[in-house]
């Protein structure tokens, strides 16, 4: 289950003693926190406050946890997105440069690729950088001069 911390009325709350003045001031007198979890990291936290003391009880933690459950998905779900978009841009990177090795120097897809996880290892440029690189290079010869 998500980790939960409760303190029914700050007043006597001694764990947090830089938060709960400011909390105080600001009216808060009761806190509920769910820590939400996504895989084996943990994504942040969901927290209740509540302006009376003694306000959270079992209902409170129940309904809690259900929210924080769904908000772990939730994020846990954006950050898988994220990783897909990310992996889709990365291999039409190094397929876009994978196809200009093999227009250059006229050779098949997978000697291309080759020479491109080779000339990673050398230099120790990871594959998506040097791919990048090579993709967005852009030679214009009418701005090149030819000696004087």
Avoid: C
């Avoid at 406050?49 to 998905?73: D, L, Y």
């Avoid at 990783?83 to 006229?106: P, T, W, Y």
Wanted: glycine share 8%.
């Amino acid at each position: 289950g998500a980790f939960t911390t409760l303190s029914d009325d700050l007043v006597s709350e001694t764990r947090w003693p830089r938060f709960t003045p400011e909390a105080l001031e600001a009216g808060v007198r009761s806190i509920l926190s769910f820590q939400l979890y996504t895989s084996a990291s943990t994504a942040g936290a969901l927290n209740l406050f509540a302006t009376s003391p003694n306000v959270f009880g079992g209902e409170s933690i129940a309904v809690g946890e259900a929210f924080a459950a769904h908000a772990a998905i939730a994020i846990a779900a954006g950050r898988d997105e994220l990783k897909l978009h990310s992996a889709v841009l990365n291999r039409d990177i190094i397929g876009q440069a994978k196809g200009m090795m093999m227009e250059r120097f006229g050779i098949p897809a997978d000697r291309a690729f080759g020479m491109l996880i080779k000339l990673s290892q050398d230099t120790g440029i990871p594959l998506v950088m040097l791919s990048r690189w090579i993709a967005e290079e852009r030679t214009d010869t009418s701005e090149r001069e030819f000696g004087s």
